[in-house]
């Protein structure tokens, strides 16, 4: 034993220094068996959103916009201006028929079709779509003559969830990407070309295109406001506004929670005018239906309104330009 200590004791210490050293990583690596190197540089993934509340759908659950920031306001303005001055080389000819009722290029009216969307700039200037899917490229019509006719624009992305006009001629609308990730598209005028912006999704409201029941309000914050039935949804720039399948109407300021304002309130649609949101139901002082304010600072419904309009009861869609109340009915553009 001496004589091989001897023929070998040079190489015995190493040896046992090295032994101890894998000893040493081998418990450092159980005490920490999640350590992943991340290339420098590297993006982080980013947050599932919540699944929402449970199905009272009474309150938002908090989520992180994937840009980390915290945003509160909602963003339609684009270098520097919200209404944009754009070439036609965009721009679709619209078709030669000029009707007081359009036969517009989507599905006619039923029950079961998809929800109608609808945006006005003024007495001249609208834009409508159909709530999609993320299988499908969406198409946004516009007309610039007071709907008698309408011509077709293509965003660029699917399933569209939200319309909104802003200053004379513009509108932005929010869809899904090839992955059905929410998007932010816009254009400046109805002759001018659709732009996508990614980084300004996450300062709006919307609803997911997967998931039409959850909204998303800026800043993050994700919630069901009518659990697994809204039937119809507006936002302003700080506020937005639910209605649920049961007949409720919730509104939410931001960085608040959802309140109920009314009750079994019979409306049929929701939609925005530049002062705010507006809302169409049944009247007792009406044989069709009536248009009005929807205050979301005070209780509810505002007094009074635009009044009395023709309409029917189901896949209809309301907007306001203006002082020109806009109503998509069936197979036509009611002006008035």
Known sequence: MLRWLKGNGRWLA??????????????????????????AGAAPAEPVASAGPSDSGTGP???????????????????????????????????????????????????AGPARLLAANSAKIAWRAEQGTCGRRSTVEVTDDGGRTWRKTR???????????????????????????????????????WHRDQSVIW?????FPDHPDRVHAPGGRTSRPCADHLVSFAATDDS?????GDGRIRTMQKEQAWRTVARQSSAVALGNSEQGIVIA?????????????????????????????????????VAIGGSTVW??????????
């Open 281 to 317: 139901q049944p009247s007792a002082s009406c044989t069709d239906l009536v248009v009005r304010r929807l205050s979301l600072t005070g209780t509810g419904l505002a007094a009074g309104g635009p009044g009395c309009r023709p309409g029917a009861e189901e896949r209809l869609s």
């Open 327 to 336: 109503q998509w009915v069936g197979n036509d553009v009611v002006v008035s």
């Open 203 to 207: 300062d709006v409201w919307f609803r």
């Open 240 to 244: 937005a506004a639910a209605l649920c």
């Open 155 to 193: 965003p660029g992305i699917r399933g569209i969830v939200r319309l909104r006009a802003y200053g004379e001629n513009s509108v932005f609308a929010v869809g899904a990407d090839a992955q059905c990730k929410p998007t932010y598209a816009w254009i400046g005028s109805p002759d001018g070309t």
């Open 14 to 39: 190493p040896t046992v220094l090295v032994l101890i050293n894998l000893v040493l990583i081998t418990l450092l690596l159980l005490q920490h068996p999640t350590i992943v190197a991340v290339p």
């Open 61 to 111: 659950d908090e989520s992180l916009s994937p840009s980390g920031a915290v945003r509160t306001s909602e963003s339609i303005r684009h270098g520097g201006s919200a209404t944009l001055s754009e070439s036609a080389s965009n721009r679709v000819d619209p078709s030669p028929t000029r009707s007081a009722s359009p036969s517009p290029s989507v599905s006619p009216s039923s029950a």
